[in-house]
């Protein structure tokens, strides 16, 4: 009998702490409004600044998603060099967050589901959208971690061992 009456107390602790964590819009713009003076907008639908940076912040409660989204630039003035320094940063160093390209504009985006989210990864979301978006056309990183393969001296390294005794060659 003790058991039981322990395993209920802790089911009940458990789903109490669970439920007590799940984010709502309110509590997102309650986030958002801390880190910014110019958050204006709806719940779910907010734009605001940070640093000189502008950003917005889009959710849909019903399916469970947000995202927090920056301009980068319009993407007729971005080079193919540019795009593929992004692209790769996606996966090297951009970390949580990723270049996308909608509407003919080049974006940072994170994305995550609403009720999951806690309120240090918004901290984090926005620090990481703000850093990438500085970094566009330098570094292309979100924080100071780059995963392994991601640095322009393996790059050129690579690039060298592609060539064996003037013949172009691909190491597998």
């Given amino acids: 009998?003790?058991?039981?009456?322990?395993?209920?107390?802790?089911?009940?602790?458990?789903?109490?702490?669970?439920?007590?964590?799940?984010?709502?819009?309110?509590?997102?713009?309650?986030?958002?409004?801390?880190?910014?003076?110019?958050?204006?907008?709806?719940?779910?639908n907010w734009t605001f600044q940070a640093g000189a940076l502008t950003m917005l912040c889009i959710t849909d409660a019903e399916v469970n998603r947000m995202r927090i989204i920056s301009?980068?630039?319009e993407l007729k003035d971005v080079s193919e060099e540019q795009?593929?320094?992004?692209?790769?940063?996606?996966?090297?160093?951009?970390?949580?967050?990723?270049?996308?390209?909608?509407?003919g504009i080049m974006w940072v985006a994170f994305i995550h589901p609403l009720r999951e989210l806690s309120a240090e990864q918004v901290n984090d979301a926005?620090?990481?959208?703000?850093?990438?978006?500085?970094?566009?056309?330098?570094?292309?990183?979100?924080?100071?971690?780059?995963?392994?393969?991601?640095?322009?001296?393996?790059e050129e390294v690579e690039e060298e061992d592609k060539r064996v005794d003037g013949k172009d060659v691909r190491r597998f």
Avoid: W
Avoid at 85 to 96: E, I, R, T
């Fill in 1 to 44: 009998m003790f058991y039981k009456t322990l395993f209920l107390c802790l089911s009940i602790s458990f789903g109490l702490t669970i439920q007590a964590q799940q984010m709502t819009n309110e509590r997102l713009g309650e986030l958002l409004r801390a880190q910014s003076d110019t958050l204006i907008g709806q719940a779910g």
């Fill in 71 to 73: 301009p980068v630039a």
């Fill in 83 to 103: 795009l593929a320094a992004a692209l790769s940063a996606n996966f090297h160093s951009a970390l949580d967050v990723r270049y996308a390209v909608a509407d």
């Fill in 126 to 154: 926005v620090a990481q959208v703000y850093n990438a978006v500085l970094t566009f056309g330098d570094t292309y990183s979100s924080t100071d971690l780059i995963f392994p393969g991601g640095s322009s001296q393996e």
